[in-house]
Nanobody, 128 residues
């Protein structure tokens, strides 16, 4: 059973940066596509960024492209989300997720239901 633990959230002012981390255990991390999703109060969970496990292809939601960067360190079983130029609308609980399906080897899914394992989430609050 794969376990994912996020960290790095917090309260920041608009324009600031944060780096989220997600440490994985209990599985073969290097063979999972990894994704970051977020959920604001009263909203559905939405895709933020994802990275495949072959080639490290990345994909981003349009609202974060150019500001956020997803990366992975297979030696540390960790995926990161570097968030720059944060905006109040980025406020949400951020979740990392792992997809062990082979179909996501080259292209990580953008769909939450495709992911098999989820972390507990970390709160990011951006004040104006």
């Amino acid at each position: 059973q794969v376990q994912l633990v996020e960290s790095g959230g917090g309260l920041v002012q608009a324009g600031a940066s944060l780096r989220l981390s997600c440490a994985a255990s209990g599985g073969t991390f290097s063979r999972y596509a990894m994704g970051w999703f977020r959920q604001a109060p009263g909203s559905e969970r939405e895709f933020v960024a994802a990275i495949s496990w072959i080639g490290g292809r990345t994909d981003y939601a349009g609202s974060v492209k150019g500001r956020f960067t997803i990366s992975r360190d297979n030696a540390k079983n960790t995926v990161y989300l570097q968030m720059n130029s944060l905006k109040p609308e980025d406020t949400a609980v951020y979740y990392c997720a792992a997809d062990e399906g082979y179909s996501s080897a080259w292209y990580a899914s953008l769909v939450p239901s495709e992911y098999d394992y989820w972390g507990q989430g970390t709160q990011v609050t951006v004040s104006s």
